[in-house]
């Protein structure tokens, strides 16, 4: 089992600085790589202060400066907003400059708020359906003289300029969750991401068991799974409980932006309170404590192997949560000093 970060600056009230965000998000990274975890992974998002990623290749890019060790994956790129000629070349030239750190991830994208932004008139299903056309291309792109002709896009002989470091260009990840999904990442070559969110144990095995019904299905080699999942690691059991709510919280405001029903003003979602988050049965706190990756260290090492004992290959901590600076730093230091050391 390998371990990594996935994170994001995230910001929920307007009387929190960007700068002071993004030093924050430096300081999770650092220790992520000081604590000998594999890769970090930031994504792509816009108009959201929820989630502020507009680029990650530039946070990237960025990050290479601040670390030594750790990989560096866009966790994830939303390909309908790329085009895959310029997809190719910024993956590529962010390999360049990090000397062959990148891996990147790919999805179709999640939030309708961005759809109607960036694409109006876009939904899931052709969001799915450009993913679909532009992630094989890459490596083409990446060798050199690739022309396509597609259902979405269209272009003579074309080179990624510059070509990536790495001499087959960065490692692909696909976020996959339907069984179709699984079937085009396995089958292409990719590795797969996957997130249960707040869905827990039943839906971590279903995503393994579609994962190894791909698998099957194929006479390639056997790519690799990541699980990507909220984590807190709790001092004892009073701090857990506090973790739990504080991502009680988060998920509730995750669920409203993907619902995309309620008023944003400023890149805000308006506030909602104490009242409509305990009328909310999906993300109770007995079952987010039940069905996230929380507990004492003890607690999270046991979670963690029953993952590792269904195939997993790599465990993503998903630090974000609303919860202080100084919380996540300490949640995460319990995860590399306390659980990390039991899968060596």
Same mark, same amino acid.
């Given at each position: ?11 929920? +009230?307007?009387? /929190?600085? *960007? ?11 650092? &220790? ?9 992974? =930031?994504?792509?998002? @816009?108009?959201?202060?929820? =989630? ?6 530039? +946070?990237?890019?960025?990050?290479? @400066? ?10 994830? $790129?939303?390909?309908?907003?790329? *085009? ?18 990148? !891996? ?21 299903? !052709? ?5 679909? !056309? ?46 179709? +999904?699984?079937?085009?990442?396995? @089958? ?5 991401? $996957?997130? #249960? ?19 099957? +299905? *194929?006479?390639? #080699?056997?790519?690799?799974? &990541?699980?990507? *999942?909220? =984590?807190?690691?709790?001092?004892? =059991?009073?701090? $857990? ?22 008023? $944003?003003? /400023? ?58 600076? !100084? ?18």
């Amino acid at each position: 089992m390998e371990f990594s970060l996935f994170a994001h600056m995230e910001r929920l +009230s307007p009387d /929190q600085p *960007h700068d002071v965000l993004y030093d924050e998000f430096v300081s999770l990274v650092k &220790m992520a790589d000081e604590g000998g975890m594999r890769a970090v992974w =930031t994504g792509e998002h @816009h108009g959201m202060e929820f =989630t502020i990623a507009p680029n990650p290749f530039i +946070s990237l890019v960025d990050l290479a @400066h601040h670390t030594r060790n750790v990989r560096l994956g866009t966790g994830t $790129v939303v390909a309908p907003f790329w *085009h895959p000629i310029k997809l190719a070349g910024e993956a590529a030239a962010a390999d360049q400059i990090t000397k062959g750190r990148i !891996e990147l991830g790919i999805a179709r994208g999640a939030y309708s708020y961005e759809y109607e932004r960036l694409m109006p008139g876009m939904d899931a299903w !052709e969001a799915g359906q450009r993913m679909r !056309e532009t992630t094989p291309l890459l490596p083409q792109i990446w060798q050199g003289d690739c022309a396509h002709e597609g259902e979405f896009y269209s272009f003579p002989a074309t080179t990624s300029a510059p070509k990536p470091f790495q001499k087959n260009g960065p490692p692909i990840w696909i976020a996959a969750r339907d069984p179709n +999904s699984h079937e085009f990442g396995v @089958h292409n070559g990719f590795n797969i991401q $996957v997130t #249960p969110l707040w869905q827990g144990m039943e839906e971590i095995e279903t995503l393994m068991d579609r994962f190894n019904a791909a698998c099957d +299905s *194929h006479t390639g #080699p056997r790519p690799k799974i &990541m699980l990507l *999942h909220h =984590t807190y690691v709790g001092k004892d =059991t009073g701090d $857990v409980a506090q973790g739990v709510q504080e991502l009680r919280r988060y998920y509730n405001y995750f669920g409203a932006w993907f619902v995309n029903k309620r008023p $944003v003003a /400023q890149g805000l979602i308006q506030r909602i309170t104490q009242d409509e988050m305990d009328a909310n049965q999906m993300y109770t706190s007995d079952k987010l404590a039940r069905d996230l990756t929380v507990g004492t260290a003890q607690q999270v090492i046991d979670r963690i192997k029953r993952y590792e004992d269904l195939g997993y290959d790599e465990f993503s901590f998903w630090v974000d949560s609303g919860m202080t600076n !100084e919380r996540k730093r300490a949640s995460l230091a319990r995860f590399i000093d306390d659980v990390m050391p039991a899968f060596q």
